[in-house]
């Protein structure tokens, strides 16, 4: 994943673990998601968070 500045990197981190431990909904880590990533390069992907502390990018939504 490109981020868009190293501090949007360490806080879209944190967000992840917040997420996996139940703290923030996914509907919150969408937005993280996208305040954070370079959607430019991920447009039609999306980050779907797995319990290893990995993120896998999915492709979900078809964009013309």
């Known amino acids: 994943m490109k981020y868009e ?3 949007l990197k ?3 981190q ?3 673990e ?4 139940g703290g923030i909904s996914e509907a919150r880590m969408r937005e993280y998601d996208e305040m954070c ?8 992907s999306t980050p779907v ?3 290893d502390n990995s ?3 999915e ?3 078809a964009t013309a």
């Open 5 to 7: 500045s190293e501090i």
């Open 10 to 12: 360490e806080m879209h």
């Open 14 to 16: 944190e967000a992840i």
């Open 18 to 21: 917040m997420y996996k431990l």
């Open 37 to 44: 990533l370079d959607l430019k390069t991920e447009k039609k």
């Open 49 to 51: 968070y797995t319990d």
């Open 55 to 57: 993120v896998n990018i």
């Open 59 to 61: 492709c979900k939504h």
